[in-house]
T-cell receptor, first 113, second 112 residues
Framework: ETGVTQSPTHLIKTRGQQVTLRCSSQ?????VSWYQQALGQGPQFIFQ???????GRGNFPPRFSGLQFPNYSSELNVNALELDDSALYLC???FGQGGETQYFGPGTRLLVL | LAKTTQPISMDSYEGQEVNITCSHN???????ITWYQQFPSQGPRFIIQ???TKVTNEVASLFIPADRKSSTLSLPRVSLSDTAVYYC?????????????FGTGTLLAVQP
């Protein structure tokens, strides 16, 4: 167990809807990174939050957005859902922005119909 | 970040030692090598990390030759529960963004 929790565990949405996924980081960690993992692929970096500010972004459109709160928990928001957004969404927490080991949560499985 | 190449899949039997090799020809001077393990529908789990020579912990060893263009993850005496996907990643520490770049990984299947 990494101490990183995510909610919900599973979610079903329809195309065009909006979704919010949540992540609680491991105690003592101030950085949260979000990844999208399609079936059969490795995780792809979405963005990272360090001390409540976005600190790097992968190749994802603006409809993917996020927040980090003062307690370092985080949200991932996806607007105008598309079928291809169906995936396992992972968050990982770490201490510091510079490359320390990331600890992953169990993920949220999103299915877009 | 350096691109990595590793076998798509490997088969083994319980009790054997398994070695998974990863190529990273373009590794930079300040890059570290990290391995993660992932079970289906779970988040990746950190296994081991190294910079050069050999690193050992309670679950695995990591061998890195002097040129650092490859690395080998060694799992001693595997069991059925070691069946998983193993990812090799390289990346710099101390950078502005701690972005992990995963490849497709190696699916290790351990049989009785």
């Amino acid at each position: 167990e990494t101490g990183v929790t995510q909610s919900p565990t599973h979610l079903i949405k329809t195309r065009g809807q909006q979704v919010t996924l949540r992540c609680s980081s491991q105690s003592g960690h101030n950085t949260v990174s979000w990844y999208q993992q399609a079936l059969g692929q490795g995780p792809q970096f979405i963005f990272q939050y360090y001390r409540e500010e976005e600190n790097g972004r992968g190749n994802f459109p603006p409809r993917f957005s996020g927040l980090q709160f003062p307690n370092y928990s985080s949200e991932l928001n996806v607007n105008a859902l598309e079928l291809d957004d169906s995936a396992l969404y992972l968050c990982a927490s770490s201490f510091g922005q510079g490359g320390e080991t990331q600890y992953f949560g169990p993920g949220t499985r999103l299915l877009v119909l | 970040l350096a691109k990595t190449t590793q076998p798509i899949s490997m088969d083994s039997y319980e009790g054997q030692e398994v070695n998974i090799t990863c190529s990273h020809n373009n590794i930079a001077t300040n890059d570290y090598i990290t391995w993660y393990q992932q079970f289906p529908s779970q988040g990746p789990r950190f296994i081991i990390q190294g910079y050069k020579t050999k690193v050992t912990n309670e679950v695995a060893s990591l061998f890195i030759p002097a040129d650092r263009k490859s690395s080998t993850l060694s799992l001693p005496r595997v069991s059925l529960s070691d069946t998983a996907v193993y990812y090799c990643l390289v990346g710099a520490y101390g950078g502005a963004t701690n972005k992990l770049i995963f490849g497709t990984g190696t699916l290790l299947a351990v049989q009785p």
